[in-house]
T-cell receptor, first 112, second 114 residues
Framework: KAGVTQTPRYLIKTRGQQVTLSCSPI?????VSWYQQTPGQGLQFLFE???????NKGNFPGRFSGRQFSNSRSEMNVSTLELGDSALYLC???????????FGPGTRLTVT | QQQVKQSPQSLIVQKGGISIINCAYE??????FPWYQQFPGKGPALLIA?????SEKKEGRFTISFNKSAKQFSLHIMDSQPGDSATYFC?????????????FGKGTKLSVKP
């Protein structure tokens, strides 16, 4: 079974721009969660989607948003990028909401 | 109350030795405790997980010990190998409270010397 895939793997954006990251969960998995990983803050939860609905949200500003499609694929969007948004953005999928979470390789976002 | 504290920050172990990483939590509602292994340039990989109704779980060379009264849990890697050199993260979640998110420790960078 294929793992979680994330595209693109690397991205360089300029401050003030917006960005959209994509995540395809493991086949059959219906829950998708997003995490931000930085050297200073570690792994921090962004949001969780299940059945196309946001079920849980972490402590991030409204510039961070996401959505989930009927095929469980998910996207996250960051608007008005700031230098501090430079991070590895990880997507994790699970077959149910309270299940084992499997991570993708991440998207490395650099904001200049 | 939402924090998971992990120690040590870094660990150097000789090949064949035992690596021990510890985590502590405050929120007694946590009911799921996984450990993840992350290699440079990769996403975290689920290693082993435990629920609070058992005190120990073993999978191959990896063992989780769980102490509910002390609100602590630890990962033991037996017969550590250079290939185990990676960053390890403990995590916790309140799955019983219908929360789907993991709260992670800050990570432990393990180096196994040949």
């Amino acid at each position: 079974k294929a793992g979680v895939t994330q595209t693109p793997r690397y991205l360089i954006k300029t401050r003030g721009q917006q960005v959209t990251l994509s995540c395809s969960p493991i086949s059959g998995h219906r829950s998708v969660s997003w995490y931000q990983q930085t050297p200073g803050q570690g792994l921090q939860f962004l949001f969780e989607y299940f059945s196309e609905t946001q079920r849980n949200k972490g402590n991030f500003p409204g510039r961070f948003s996401g959505r989930q499609f009927s095929n469980s694929r998910s996207e996250m969007n960051v608007s008005t990028l700031e230098l501090g948004d430079s991070a590895l953005y990880l997507c994790a999928s699970s077959w149910r909401r309270q299940g084992e979470q499997y991570f993708g390789p991440g998207t490395r976002l650099t904001v200049t | 109350q939402q924090q998971v504290k992990q120690s040590p920050q870094s660990l150097i172990v000789q090949k064949g030795g035992i690596s021990i990483i510890n985590c502590a939590y405050e929120n007694t509602a946590f009911d799921y405790f996984p450990w993840y292994q992350q290699f440079p340039g990769k996403g975290p990989a689920l290693l082993i997980a435990i629920r609070p109704d058992v005190s120990e779980k073993k999978e191959g060379r990896f063992t989780i010990s769980f102490n509910k009264s002390a609100k602590q849990f630890s990962l033991h890697i037996m017969d550590s190998q250079p290939g185990d050199s990676a960053t390890y993260f403990c995590a916790a979640s309140n799955y019983g409270g219908s929360q789907g998110n993991l709260i992670f420790g800050k990570g432990t960078k393990l180096s196994v010397k040949p």
